[in-house]
């Protein structure tokens, strides 16, 4: 299947990018319906809500993820939606029945994005228990089980570390088959293990495509010990500024980064490594992240998809040929961008010479045209 194109609902305020550079794109549902239905019209196949119920790094409002997924589900007729949870702030059997009822009501374009939790103070602040990295991973696998086997067998039980459930019936079931598709989270190897066994679809923080290989063929890897290889794809964040030249788009970039919220963005960077590092191994999400990438909070300016339209089109064959199913996109001016990258650079993807089959690609085109400009700057 060909590379599928997801963004990244702006249901927070604040936007994509940690920075007080004027951004054309709003929290408010009038907005995200107007830009759900520009995305569906330019040909994007996901989107996906985020979830925060605190304020952070600048964001001090929030739709709900669940609610504004099915809300845009209700008014778009091709569009996935995937709405984020955290287990330890949500019961795998209520989340259950109502993704259930969602995927039903939506003739199956509703689904679920399980986030294993970064934010340590809105679990202490709820009064919910905060987890060692690699127990939070035990929790959300089991979580994820007993989705599945709600979804798909007629009665279900489970007996977890975290979780208990007997005999639990669910009508109606969902309308995706088998399930609706669980995206998952995660970079460390806790994170990939999990992958390996439970999930449909693991997000990636954006990185070089040598790093994105590398962590694609790991989780394989793990896979094949479960006979799950071929039952797991990938997403990857990446954050695409798409100019008229390479030198606007670059002079986006940097303005970006030199108006960024530092107070803000240093308070975000202390709570995710705090969060990742904790993993044994020290292999977290934004282990390795700097001032720079942290502006955009997942990593989204490390794929660089910053140039003209063929620039990060051929960007963007480089991650497909390694293994990268399905981007999800970040924008500084949500409309405007979404629809110049749905009309124009999605179809140049189709259209260029495709790198699918040449591998060599990989370590060929990392030392020239854009990415040697960005990595020299």
Known sequence: MDIQFAYWVPNVSGGLVTSNIAQHTDWSFDYNHRLALSAEAAGFDYALAQARFFASYGADKQLEAVT?????????????????????????????????????????????????????????????????????????????RILKGMWTQERFSFAGKYYQIQDVPM??????????????????PAAREMAARVADVLFMNGGSVEHIAH???????????????????????????????????????????????????????????????AAPEGEGMWSNSGFEDLVQYNDGFKPKLIGTPEQIASRIQAYEAVGVDILLTGFLHFIEEVENFGWSIRPLVRTLPSLRSKHDFLFAHSGSGIVGNLEGR
């Open 68 to 144: 504004t997924a099915i809300a845009l589900a209700a008014v778009t007729k091709r569009l996935n939606l995937i709405a984020a949870v955290h287990p330890g702030l949500w019961h795998p059997a209520v989340i259950a029945n109502v993704i259930a009822s969602a995927n039903y009501i939506s003739n199956g374009r509703v689904s679920l994005n399980v986030v294993s939790g970064w934010f340590k103070d809105e679990y202490t602040g709820f009064g919910a228990e905060w987890l060692e990295h690699d127990e939070r991973y035990v929790r959300s696998e089991e979580f994820i």
């Open 171 to 188: 009508e109606p079931k969902p309308t995706s088959k088998p399930h609706p598709t669980i995206f998952q989270g995660g970079n460390s």
């Open 215 to 277: 962590l694609i063929q790991d989780v394989k890897r793990r896979a094949e010990r479960y006979g799950r290889a071929n039952d797991i794809r990938f997403a990857m964040n990446a954050f695409v500024i798409s100019r008229d030249t390479e030198a606007e788009a670059l002079s986006t970039l940097r303005n970006i980064v030199a108006k960024a919220n530092v107070e803000a963005v240093k308070g975000f960077g202390e709570a995710v490594k705090e969060a990742g590092q």
